[in-house]
């Protein structure tokens, strides 16, 4: 996937007009999220026709800020001049589950098309047809797909894909009388040590406090 290892710059070394792609990645770096979002809308703007501003303002809209509206729109946005992109149509299946639309979702991983170059697909797809069953109520089916996931992340040598799935696996194990959310939270730790990425800290400290919240 996109925004894999945090860079250490400053914006303003950049000497260009509309340093928006720059800021978005230092705002990244920094946790600044509005700021990210923001700037990664400008940067939508200057090059509305590249796939990584859209990917990655969907992505921000999704994950950090949890508008399943606006990912969606954005995701959309992006499929018009980018119609095969897998990551947009994840993003999709990703919203239409988060909010109910099980049909959408399973129409959209439908569509995908694996690709040796993005192997972080096939377990993204595996997680998100985890995260259909578990919203579906079939807990035993989503840990089994969503096992199937992180089984695939695994064989990745950074590890932020399987990172992520073990993060939302163990969010919809927070319903259950039987959850395993805590050890999921371990195994996802630990794989933080190998994993690159930007929103790593932030969904792993959302999760631990979601946790807390939940057996305290």
């Known amino acids: 996937q996109v925004w894999g290892v945090p860079a250490d710059f400053n914006v303003e ?12 990645f230092e705002a990244l770096g920094q946790s600044d999220w509005k700021k990210a979002y923001s700037s990664t809308l400008q940067w939508l703007g200057d090059e509305p026709f590249s ?16 508008d399943f509206a606006r990912a969606e729109e954005l995701a959309n946005f992006g499929l018009v001049t ?14 239409y589950a988060s909010t109910g639309r099980r ?62 799935a073990l993060v939302y696996w163990a969010t919809e194990e927070l319903a259950l009388p039987d959850s395993n959310s805590v050890s999921l939270l371990a195994e996802a730790l630990e794989a933080n040590k190998a994993a690159s990425g930007y ?14 919240k939940k057996f305290v």
């Open 51 to 66: 796939s990584e501003p859209a990917r990655l303002a969907s992505y921000i809209s999704a994950t950090v800020f949890e």
């Open 103 to 164: 049909d959408e979702a399973y129409s959209e991983l439908s569509k995908i098309e694996l690709s040796e170059s993005e192997d972080w697909v096939g377990a993204a797809i595996e997680a998100n047809y985890g995260l259909l069953a578990f919203r579906g109520g079939y807990a035993e089916s989503g840990r089994k797909r969503y096992g199937m996931a992180v089984q695939k992340a695994d064989l990745i040598k950074d590890k932020r894909t399987k990172l992520t």
């Open 199 to 212: 929103f790593n800290s932030f969904l792993l400290q959302r999760l631990t406090e979601r946790i807390s």
């Open 13 to 24: 070394e950049f000497k260009i007009d509309r340093p928006f792609e720059a800021a978005a």
């Open 82 to 95: 980018n119609p095969n992109d897998p990551g947009f149509h994840i993003g999709l299946a990703f919203s």
